[in-house]
């Protein structure tokens, strides 16, 4: 068990399970941990181009306060992760990352709210950002809350792309019915050529202002339409 003892002692605190950053492939596995309490706080979210250098320290990054991928692709197996709060990714979050997440409880985790701004947060359970590529196979995703404004409940997929199959998705988006506009109480598909695959996969009982289960967009300044599909899904 790996207790990140979210701190009492103020919002410059961060405390995390696990960082991977030094281009670790699936090979590297992270298998059968509990990660509990993560905490990164802040609302400042990196726009950064991943096909070069990250160009920051991205330690302190308000991005999967479980578990945070940057530009890597570990294999994670049967993991617990539950009650970690950040702004993108709670439970798990990336950066033009590959993981491979298999057999994993996402659950308890908070987005959104612990930054100056008070703003919106990104994914409760696995957030997605700057080209990643992830696959989620057979995960229970579920009582993961948002903040006010918020984007993807259970999983927030933005200018990436995710196969996501055989997992329960269930619970997640706003605590109350009608709690502030929230887009995509379970999944939020959005950005440029976003990719969005669920399958098998049972979606149920997530709470949102739009798309309780599922909502995708398409912006204006995009320039290539987020796509979705939904294939033998309840």
Not at 1 to 11: A, N, R, S, Y
Not at 97 to 103: A, C, E, S, V
Not at 105 to 132: A, P
Request: charged share 15%; with cysteine.
């Amino acid at each position: 068990v790996i207790d990140c003892e979210d701190p009492t002692e103020g919002p410059d605190s961060f405390h995390r399970g696990f960082y991977f950053h030094s281009g670790e492939t699936h090979r590297s596995v992270l298998k059968g941990f509990t990660i509990i309490n993560g905490y990164l706080p802040g609302s400042n979210i990196p726009k950064l181009d991943p096909d070069s250098g990250m160009g920051s320290d991205m330690r302190k990054a308000p991005i999967g306060a479980g578990i945070f991928c940057e530009k890597s692709g570990p294999s994670i197996i049967n993991c617990h992760i539950i009650k970690c709060k950040a702004e993108v990714g709670a439970g798990i979050g990336c950066i033009a990352g590959t993981p491979i997440i298999t057999d994993c409880v996402i659950t308890g985790c908070d987005v959104g709210g612990y930054g100056g701004s008070r703003s919106g947060g990104f994914g409760g359970g696995i957030g997605l950002l700057h080209k990643s590529e992830a696959a989620i196979i057979n995960c229970m995703i579920t009582k993961n809350s948002t903040y006010w404004n918020s984007l993807g409940g259970g999983i927030y997929c933005f200018g990436s792309s995710a196969k996501v199959i055989s997992c329960h998705i269930l619970n997640n988006g706003a605590v109350n019915e009608g709690d502030g506009n929230v887009n995509g109480g379970g999944v939020y598909c959005g950005g440029r050529y976003a990719r969005l695959n669920l399958e098998n996969c049972i979606i149920s009982k997530n709470i949102a202002h739009v798309g309780a289960g599922l909502y995708c967009e398409q912006g204006e300044n995009w320039n290539g339409d987020a796509q979705s599909e939904v294939p033998h899904c309840i």
